[in-house]
């Protein structure tokens, strides 16, 4: 059986893990970092950018790491129906996976 959910649950942490790397790259040129005392000057904010890729990728790989977890629990399930199923039908036998 496949689970929907644990598509959709995959599915949305890879689009958290791009998206959150894009907007942190937009993110770091709308926000430069400024330095100087008399002179200001103005660069890419890196510090910004980088907090954000490592955030986004630490988010969406808990969103994978969820959805793989689903799945292995439907796959659980499934297994545990078949066994069940075959146990009532051969009495005491032992069911073939």
Known sequence: MINEKAKIINALGWIIIIAGCLGS??????????????????????VLALAGIMSSIISGVIFIGFAEIIELL????????KFSAQSSKDGDELPNL
Request: charged content about 20%; proline content about 3%; hydrophobic content about 25%.
């Open 25 to 46: 790259l937009i993110l770091g040129s709308e926000f430069p970092s400024k330095s100087g005392v008399y002179y200001v000057t103005e660069s890419y904010n890196w």
């Open 74 to 81: 439907q796959e659980n399930a499934d297994n545990n129906k």
